[in-house]
């Protein structure tokens, strides 16, 4: 089976943190997401990765960036936290872009006080 | 902009009632299309898939889809609910954007399924 690995289940950091979200994938995938996920909204695309070191940006970008230093690694970064990232935060990877089945890790739940 | 509409938000069925939840997307071109589940506490997985062929498809735990391309639709069935389906429902399709693709997501379908 397929396993994508979410390092932290649950954080809470302050406004202004400098927040590091982990994910790892043990398939050799090509491709790997970051979504967060809120109530009414579904899943909204952050940023996604095709290779290491490629990075392409999703439909809601902003205040995040990302690293892809190695191709199971996908890094999310939030370089100053915002009580507005409050959310849900999932991580998927998946060995095609068209065919694109995505197998998802159990989500960090963040919260920004 | 491509787009997939869920109409029912939240829809709340007893025991051995059928189920149909309601997916519609805005993309003209060729699609892939897939509906994944959210159990309670779990990780979202994948139930069924649709990329050419049989228009009507089978997932699992019972599970069925159906793409009408006319009607821009990929409606997901289950003839008999158990109160073990009570999860979260997401249509996704795969839309071209560019030289790349693009998943778009749903809003969800929060399902609970009382005994």
């Known amino acids: 089976d397929v396993k994508v690995t979410q390092s932290s289940r649950y954080l809470v950091k302050r406004t202004g943190e400098k927040v590091f979200l982990e994910c790892v994938q043990d398939?050799?995938?090509?491709?790997m997401f970051w979504y967060r996920q809120d109530p009414g909204l579904g899943l909204r695309l952050i940023y996604f990765?095709?290779?290491?070191?490629?990075?392409e940006k999703g439909d809601i970008p902003e205040g995040y960036s990302v690293s892809r230093e190695k191709k199971e690694r996908f890094s999310l970064i939030l370089e100053s936290a915002s009580t507005n990232q409050t959310s849900m935060y999932l991580c998927?990877?998946?060995?095609?872009?068209?065919?694109?089945?995505?197998?998802f890790g159990a989500g960090t739940r963040l919260s920004v006080l | 902009a491509q787009s997939v509409s869920q109409h029912n938000h939240h829809v709340i069925l007893s025991e051995a009632a059928s189920l149909e939840l309601g997916c519609n997307y805005s993309?003209?071109?060729?699609?892939?299309l897939f509906w994944y589940v959210q159990y309670p506490g779990q990780h979202l997985q994948l139930l069924l898939k649709?990329?050419?062929?049989?228009?009507l498809v089978k997932g699992i735990k019972g599970f069925e889809a159906e793409f009408i391309k006319s009607k821009f639709s990929f409606n997901l069935r289950k003839p008999s609910v158990q109160w073990s389906d009570t999860a979260e429902y997401f249509c996704?399709?795969?839309?071209?954007?560019?030289?790349?693709?693009?998943?778009?997501f749903g809003s969800g379908t929060r399902l609970l399924v009382r005994p």
């Open positions: 998927a990877s998946s060995d095609s872009l068209l065919k694109n089945i995505q197998y």
């Open positions: 990765s095709y290779d290491v070191k490629m990075k």
């Open positions: 398939m050799d995938h090509e491709n």
């Open positions: 993309y003209g071109g060729t699609v892939n």
């Open positions: 649709y990329f050419s062929g049989d228009p």
């Open positions: 996704a399709v795969i839309a071209q954007m560019d030289s790349s693709y693009k998943l778009i």
